[in-house]
Each structure stands twice: as C-alpha cells, then as structure tokens.
C-alpha cells in the first residue's frame, strides 16, 4: 500500500512532467506529416520484421542483420528530418 509520502512525491512528479511536456495544439496534423514521425514509424517495423523473422524462420529469406541495419539507417534519417524545414507543417521560412 502506498504511503501518503509515496502519493505526495508522485503528485509532484506528475506535475513537473505536465509543466515540461505538453502536446502541441496541432499534434494530429504533426502525426500526420511529418517525415520524422514516418521514419520513426519504419524503422518501428522494420525492426518487428526482423523479430518476427528470428523468432519464426531458421533460414530467413533475408541475411540476419539487414533488417537491423536498415532500421538503425531510417533511425538516423528520423534525426536528421527533425532539422530541416517541412513546409506542410508551416516550418518553411
């Protein structure tokens, strides 16, 4: 059972991460359009093919590791998307 301290402490860091991160306003057009989210999301499923591969498949069809190795390149390249401008979102100047 949790302690009043316990509660207190939670309380207090629950409103430090409200004060901190907060959703933008326009978060559903962000989801949608930025090339960052997309990347992300690939690398997100390239990475789940190469599980499924490993878990279900002794002799994948595919060499181990490519599915790694292009997951880690669509990660970078989701980092370098959050530099640049996209002009759908309005960032363009």
Same mark, same amino acid.
């Given at each position: 059972?949790?302690?009043? *301290?316990?509660?207190?402490? /939670? !309380?207090? =860091?629950? $409103?430090? +991460? ?6 933008? #306003? ?7 359009? *930025?090339?960052?989210?997309? /990347? !992300?999301? =690939?690398? $997100?499923? +390239? ?6 591969? #490993? ?13 790694? !190795? ?24």
């Amino acid at each position: 059972m949790a302690s009043s *301290s316990d509660v207190g402490a /939670f !309380a207090r =860091l629950r $409103a430090t +991460l409200a004060a901190r991160f907060r959703l933008y #306003a326009d978060w559903r057009r962000i989801l949608r359009h *930025s090339w960052s989210i997309r /990347f !992300a999301l =690939l690398a $997100a499923l +390239l990475s789940g093919f190469e599980v499924v591969l #490993a878990v279900f498949t002794n002799d994948p069809p595919i060499e181990r590791g490519t599915f790694a !190795a292009l997951s880690g390149l669509v990660t970078v390249l989701a980092a370098v998307a959050r530099l640049f401008a996209q002009t759908k979102l309005g960032d363009a100047e």
